[in-house]
């Protein structure tokens, strides 16, 4: 017995000399192979992102981001993998990060899904309908955004168990046949008469374990100025706006003039626009809140930050996706 004992102990110890002794001798491989790995993970990782829209902590649709393992899907690959994270207790549910909720009832099944000329038809089982009056119509405004996020859809059909949705299932709203963005989402009404009421989408932001994402609110005006004006007027109102939604940009911020030629928007500001006047930067939070809410507003795909006539930035939507 004490002679196994021995004998495993002595091999155990030359295993152990000879590995430490190939490390000591083949460091930098080692350390490559790290690094790479490392990066591999990284790029696969910032690949694979792909936008949703999800209820966050204080009950809005929040704009966040969910891994789709495979981002090279096609439409309807890539459609159905967004929903089946948006089902509460289904299958890809874990892909949602912290801080952020499923919306879809328990027990939903998709039933199949279509695409046609820039129109998914989406069919739901009718477990759907078990949705609460609170979040029906967040719902909708959840899978609209959502879908519409991937390139080439323009708006969709929901159907449930073979019957085109027309209404909401428990207040019985009326909803449109084909559903796209100007359903509005995380709806305002700032209406005095019913003159001039036009809606205007802006992006507010909100924070969670000190991570901001970005949140869209459709706000009902009066209001006969171009759409962009509203959006700048609005982020420069006021840092906060409610319940934590946040605007980082400067209130001083004026639009002197802006331009839209062939799907580019080019927005000239005064220099309170910048964060940093000697390096001529702008806010990475300010950026996006004005790309956001301009690209849900106007059918653009790129957007041009000057000051001083001078490009200082520039979003385009594959970057914002």
């Known amino acids: 017995m004490l002679k196994r004992i021995s004998i495993r102990k002595i091999i155990l110890s030359s295993f152990t000399l000879l590995v430490l002794s190939l490390i000591y001798l083949l460091p930098n491989n080692t350390k490559d192979l790290q690094v790479e790995q490392t990066e591999q993970y990284t790029n696969l990782n910032t690949e694979n992102m792909h936008e949703i829209y999800l209820l966050d902590s204080n009950n809005y649709i929040a704009r966040t981001t969910v891994s789709l393992v495979d981002n090279n899907k096609t439409i309807i690959e890539k459609a159905k993998a967004l929903l089946e994270s948006m089902i509460i207790g289904g299958k890809k549910e874990n892909l949602i990060p912290n801080g952020f909720k499923a919306i879809i009832p328990v027990d939903t099944k998709i039933l199949s899904v279509k695409f046609d000329d820039g129109i998914l038809k989406v069919d739901f089982s009718k477990e759907i309908l078990e949705?609460?009056?609170?979040?029906?119509?967040?719902?909708?405004?959840?899978?609209?955004?959502?879908?519409?996020?991937?390139?080439?859809?323009?708006?969709?059909?929901i159907y449930v168990e073979g019957n085109m949705l027309t209404e909401l299932?428990?207040?019985?709203?009326?909803?449109?046949?084909?559903?796209?963005?100007?359903?509005?989402?995380?709806?305002?009404?700032?209406?005095?008469?019913?003159?001039?009421?036009?809606p205007v989408t802006v992006y507010y932001i909100n924070e969670y374990n000190d991570n901001y994402y970005y949140v869209p609110v459709t706000k009902y005006v009066n209001n006969t100025n171009d759409k962009v004006k509203i959006i700048i007027q609005e982020l420069s109102s006021m840092p906060t706006y409610q319940n934590n939604l946040m605007s980082f940009l400067n209130s001083n911020t004026?639009?002197?003039?802006?331009?839209?030629?062939?799907?580019?928007?080019r927005l000239e500001f005064n220099n309170y626009l910048i964060d940093n006047i000697d390096e001529m930067n702008i806010l990475e939070e300010v950026k996006y809140t004005i790309s956001f809410s301009i690209m849900d507003n106007y059918d653009v795909n790129e957007i041009i930050f000057s000051v001083d006539n001078k490009e200082i930035s520039k979003t385009v939507s594959k970057n914002l996706e």
Do not use: A, H, W
């Open 131 to 157: 949705i609460n009056q609170e979040y029906e119509e967040k719902m909708i405004e959840s899978i609209c955004y959502t879908l519409t996020s991937i390139k080439d859809i323009k708006g969709i059909l």
């Open 169 to 198: 299932p428990k207040s019985k709203k009326f909803l449109p046949s084909i559903i796209d963005r100007s359903f509005g989402v995380n709806k305002v009404y700032n209406i005095t008469n019913i003159d001039d009421i036009i």
């Open 254 to 265: 004026k639009l002197l003039e802006y331009e839209i030629k062939d799907k580019q928007m």
